[in-house]
């Protein structure tokens, strides 16, 4: 049995449904919540990912520090993939997706120097007042080096589960 052990950032604007996110795809399975020294948490979550493959995800919910927008080498360290939600309903958490990006790209690349894997989530899509276009999502998607987005509903549990496990795909995929 091989195990294959995953850092995963969860980024993005405060209020956008990522410590929801977290709790919904851990809810029901074996979860244990950390602190380290600077004060971020991770949650953990094994997956069966074959018959001979385990992934254990380690998962960073940036907890309360969204403000700073630009997160600290600390919490980037080692990361193999990211998620970067925004809230469909807030312009605002969309048209920061751009910094946060750029944050996570200078500062987390894999051992090759390439970019990590980053999936891009439109959160809170079973809400009428929605403001965000799907085709100014995919144009962002694309021009900005994702490498695929999905419309979520945590509340409503859509795409929870297929979107984490696009991510662990894409990282299996490029190592
Ligand atoms: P965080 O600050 O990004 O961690 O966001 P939270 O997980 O704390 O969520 C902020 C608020 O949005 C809470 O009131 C959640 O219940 C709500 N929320 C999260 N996801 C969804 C969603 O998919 N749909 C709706 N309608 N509300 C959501
Ligand atoms: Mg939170």
Known sequence: MKEHVMKILIVGNAKVGKTSFVHRYISGQFSSAYKTTVGAEFRVKVLQWSDKETVRLHIWDIAGQERFTSMTRVYYK??????LMFDVTDSSSFLRCHQWKQDLDTKATLPGGA???CILLANKCDLPERVVTADSIAEFSKNNGFFTWMETSVRDNRNVDEAMRRLVQEILSVQ
């Open 78 to 83: 080692a990361a193999l993939g990211c998620v």
């Open 115 to 117: 970019p990590i894997p």
